[in-house]
Nanobody
């Protein structure tokens, strides 16, 4: 069984910074791509950023230049450094990972961490 646990969310003023972490644990053979998604109040879940196993990154336009995704493969951990935060970044942030467990590929989600940006 695999678990993804996010941490690092909280309340911050506009212009501030937060760093989210996502730790994967369990009977993991390998982790392929990972990503951060978010879901704001009354909105659909949207992709924020992704990172492949060779650390190729991709960002949604609204966070380019402000957010940085990274991963520590040896620790099965992913991060999202968020700078110059805006009220519209307020959302629940979810970690996602494509993981091979016992030869079976699966897509896993964390429980989410709340990020609130006040104006």
């Amino acid at each position: 069984q695999v678990h993804l646990v996010e941490s690092g969310g909280g309340l911050v003023q506009a212009g501030g910074s937060l760093r989210l972490s996502c730790a994967a644990s369990g009977n993991i053979f390998s982790i392929n791509s990972m990503g951060w998604y978010r879901q704001g109040p009354g909105k659909q879940r949207e992709l924020v950023a992704t990172i492949t196993s060779d650390s190729t990154t991709n960002y949604v336009d609204s966070v380019k230049g402000r957010f940085t995704i990274s991963r520590a493969n040896g620790e099965n951990t992913m991060y999202l450094e968020m700078n110059s935060l805006k009220p519209e970044d307020t959302s629940i942030y979810y970690c996602n990972a494509n993981i091979i467990v016992s030869g079976v590929f699966g897509r896993y989600w964390g429980q989410g961490t709340q990020v609130t940006v006040s104006s």
